[in-house]
């Protein structure tokens, strides 16, 4: 197996473990693994598993990264295809100067921003593994739907070795579209939901669902359009808009642990419904999803779970 390790500038602020966390979600989740200095997960470029190693050297103020790629075959245009990956995935060039310069004038706002300081907006790295976090996630628990998606990775994600125990990559459409509803049910899933992401792994090696065209079109439009699909709603499609489109001033309204962790942070003694949460929130704006995040990592420091 071939290797090479080359350095990535990120724009700061930023901190590789926040932003980790922030991506990861729950200290079970198997894709995304994180041992305290070094992000590792295996990526799918050009059609091999290849395991990429990341790791931060400098400050939050003046920060590099250093990656280590290895595969066999390990070639230019998938160093390539990493670096793109990685950069959308970690947010690199995310310029958050907008949001730490209102952070700076609002003390409840500066507080929070100070705290979680480098954390970037990370995104699933392509759209289908977006939908199959949203679709594994309804109406569960964060921590179950994470137990699943470990389970699908497992079973249908490509591995890096043939060697039994081998960490795998996010299965691709070309690797669920063929399936039946039964294998979905013996991981535990729905049939409904197994039959929904089967539907779209179809749909998208089709050409019938393309992330060029959804990131072209404003959030209500790209709205309307996520909410056309099969067992796709609106808590799913405004998840969708946060973590794969990357549209930071989307919080889903519908999320019961978003929800939970704003009321807990503005100390309100009634929980929020959607509504509620955008009338808090206005102030502001356009930070909603950057908040949801910080808001993640809050609950998860007061879990003792950031390490």
């Not at 594994?136 to 998606?149: E, K, N, R, S």
């Not at 089709?206 to 909410?227: F, I, M």
Request: aromatic letters at 8%; a neutral charge; charged letters at 20%.
């Amino acid at each position: 197996m071939g290797s090479i390790t080359f350095t990535l500038n990120p724009l700061p602020p930023f901190r590789l473990d926040l932003t980790v966390w922030v991506l990861r979600r729950r200290p079970d989740n198997l894709l995304d693994r994180w041992d305290g200095s070094t992000y590792k997960r295996v990526l799918v470029l050009r059609n091999v598993a290849t395991l990429a190693a990341v790791r931060q050297s400098g400050s939050t103020v003046s920060p590099q990264l250093h990656v280590t790629l290895s595969a066999s075959p390990l070639t230019a245009e998938m160093t390539r295809e990493a670096t793109a990956t990685l950069e959308l995935m970690l947010g690199l060039q995310s310029d958050l100067s907008g949001f730490y310069k209102l952070a700076a004038h609002d003390a409840k706002l500066g507080a929070l921003a100070e705290r979680f300081q480098g954390v970037k907006p990370p995104r699933f790295p392509t759209i289908f593994e977006g939908f199959v976090n949203a679709i594994a996630c309804q109406q569960l628990t964060l921590t179950f739907g994470i137990q699943l998606i470990n389970r699908l990775v497992g079973a249908f994600g490509l591995p890096l070795t043939s060697k039994e125990g081998a960490p795998h990559g996010f299965p691709r459409p070309e690797d669920v579209a063929g399936l039946e509803p039964e294998a979905f049910r013996a991981l535990g899933f729905s049939r409904r939901k197994g039959e929904t992401m089967i539907g779209l792994a179809r749909t998208m090696l089709d050409g019938g669902l393309r992330v060029e065209e959804l990131e072209a079109l404003d959030d209500v439009s790209a709205l309307r359009s996520l909410c056309a699909l099969k067992g796709i709603g609106r808590w799913s499609a405004e998840y969708l808009l946060l973590r794969t489109l990357g549209r930071t001033n989307v919080f889903p309204g519908d999320d019961v642990g978003g929800q939970r962790n704003l009321q807990r942070w503005l100390q309100l003694p009634d929980p929020l419904d959607y509504d509620g949460i955008w009338q808090h929130l206005i102030r502001w704006q356009p930070y909603g999803g950057l908040i949801y995040f910080q808001l993640l990592l809050d609950r998860l420091n007061e879990a003792g779970q950031l390490s």
